[in-house]
């Protein structure tokens, strides 16, 4: 699994960027994929995951009804669509891949990392 994130940019409040995480390495499989942010100064959070077969999406609560996350595994992709964008959302986002479902929004539990794409909202 090679992850690149891509997408980044930057936005006025309230509008809309789609990140993509793409595998260039082998199959997703059977991971779980999530993001992460980090703002300067501040520690990587979770942002979203969804489950391998796309069963299971989960989000922190500050981003939950605005981002969206989603997956095409035939095409070893992971997409986080970010809507109503806010100052609070500016970060560098990372995309990763984690083995177990039940610790997507354990950072240290993830085995592949992207390289972190930089969103920048300004008010």
């Known amino acids: 699994v090679q992850l690149q994130a891509s997408g980044g940019g930057f936005v006025q409040t309230g509008g809309s960027l789609r990140l993509s995480c793409l595998n260039s390495g082998h199959t997703f499989g059977t991971y779980s994929m999530g993001w992460f942010r980090q703002a300067p100064g501040k520690e990587r959070e979770f942002v979203a995951a969804?489950?391998?077969?796309?069963?299971?999406?989960i989000y922190r609560d500050s981003v939950q009804g605005r981002f969206t996350i989603s997956r095409d595994d035939a095409n070893n992709t992971v997409f986080l669509q970010m809507n109503s964008l806010t100052p609070d959302d500016t970060a560098v986002y990372y995309c990763?891949?984690?083995?177990?479902?039940?610790?997507?929004?354990?950072?240290?539990?993830?085995?592949?990392w992207g390289q972190g794409t930089l969103v920048t909202v300004s008010s």
């Open positions: 969804i489950s391998d077969g796309s069963f299971i999406t």
């Open positions: 990763g891949a984690a083995p177990l479902w039940r610790f997507v929004k354990v950072k240290s539990k993830y085995r592949y």
